[in-house]
């Protein structure tokens, strides 16, 4: 299935660094966040493809996957600029 990016990068390095910011909030995460923005998969489907209890259950886990992400930006300096 073809990616659809949810970020625009300016250069490939920018791209790099993203991937590994994912790779540092955990497996899980990466994989949620990636079912959701990269894949466009319904909550519905998300739920049943990452065995969730319900579909709150698995919004809260991407809220919380969202804000580690945002802490790693912080915490490594990155500014808004840095996605296009």
């Known amino acids: 299935?073809?990616?659809v990016p949810i970020f625009r990068?300016?250069?490939q390095?920018?791209?790099?660094i993203f991937e590994g910011l994912l790779n540092e909030i955990g497996?899980?995460?990466r994989l949620l966040l990636r079912y959701f923005y990269y894949e466009r998969k319904r909550m519905k489907e998300i739920v049943a493809l990452m065995s969730f209890?319900?579909?709150q259950v698995a919004k809260n886990?991407?809220?919380n996957c969202m804000k580690k992400?945002?802490?790693l930006v912080k915490e490594k300096n990155l500014t808004r600029d840095f996605f296009y």
């Open 69 to 71: 992400l945002r802490s």
């Open 13 to 16: 390095e920018q791209k790099e």
């Open 53 to 55: 209890s319900s579909e």
């Open 27 to 29: 497996e899980k995460c």
């Open 9 to 11: 990068f300016v250069s």
């Open 1 to 3: 299935m073809e990616e």
């Open 61 to 63: 886990r991407k809220s």
